[in-house]
Antibody, heavy 124, light 107 residues
Framework: EVNLLESGGGSIQPGGSLRLSCAAS????????MTWVRQAPGKGLEWVSV????????YYADSVGGRFTISRDNSRNTLYLQMNNLRAEDTATYYC?????????????????WGQGALVTVSS | DIQMTQSPSSLSASIGDRVTITCRAS??????LNWYQQKPGEAPKLLIY???TLQSGVPSRFSGSGSGTDFTLTISSLQSEDFATYYC?????????FGQGTKVDVK
């Protein structure tokens, strides 16, 4: 059974940094691209970032580019999201998501498996 | 970036109703369109991918259609467990944008 478990969420002041982790199990982690999707309280889903299976290609939403860094450690079956210079508008539940394919950008990809989410609150 | 627009933003329906949600892409996305269902406090769940392929385990009352820029999610006979918010998502380009969501609640 695929399991994705996020950790590292919490409350942080504006301008601060936080690193989310996602521990994956139940599938060969190094075969799949991984994505972060976030959801502000009471709002819709927002695609944040993707990393390919090898960890060699990354892509970001314009809203987080230059501040967030996605990475992975295939030896530890773990996905990361380093979030710097956090803003109030980054307040959201962050979901770790497994892509169906390995590239992260292949047309026709879809998100079968989601974690339960980690809440990040940015407030002074 | 491709913009995804869903309509309506919300709708009220009764058990047994046929429900239709539409999603429009700002550019041609072929059939690279996915649908997700989300209930309060839960992670989204994949319903349909590539416009019309039903994800394993999803009831057959759910169906999807469309290509190019216009897509539809249909629930043929609404059940109590279907009251939720539904999102479309394009998977033709990166970033993989979502629609703003359609909330289906009790009439």
């Amino acid at each position: 059974e695929v399991n994705l478990l996020e950790s590292g969420g919490g409350s942080i002041q504006p301008g601060g940094s936080l690193r989310l982790s996602c521990a994956a199990s139940g599938f060969p982690f190094s075969y799949y691209a991984m994505t972060w999707v976030r959801q502000a309280p009471g709002k819709g889903l927002e695609w944040v970032s993707v990393i390919n299976a090898f960890g060699t290609r990354t892509y970001y939403a314009d809203s987080v580019g230059g501040r967030f860094t996605i990475s992975r450690d295939n030896s530890r079956n773990t996905l990361y999201l380093q979030m710097n210079n956090l803003r109030a508008e980054d307040t959201a539940t962050y979901y770790c998501v497994r892509d169906h394919y390995d590239s992260g950008t292949r047309s026709g990809d879809y998100f079968e498996h989601w974690g339960q989410g980690a809440l990040v609150t940015v407030s002074s | 970036d491709i913009q995804m627009t869903q309509s309506p933003s919300s709708l009220s329906a009764s058990i047994g109703d046929r429900v239709t949600i539409t999603c429009r892409a700002s550019q041609n996305i072929n059939t690279y369109l996915n649908w997700y269902q989300q209930k309060p406090g839960e992670a989204p769940k994949l319903l349909i991918y590539t416009a019309s392929t039903l994800q394993s385990g999803v009831p057959s009352r759910f169906s999807g259609s469309g290509s190019g820029t216009d897509f539809t999610l249909t629930i043929s006979s609404l059940q109590s467990e279907d009251f939720a918010t539904y999102y479309c998502q394009q998977s033709y380009y990166t970033p993989r944008g979502f629609g703003q969501g359609t909330k289906v609640d009790v009439k």
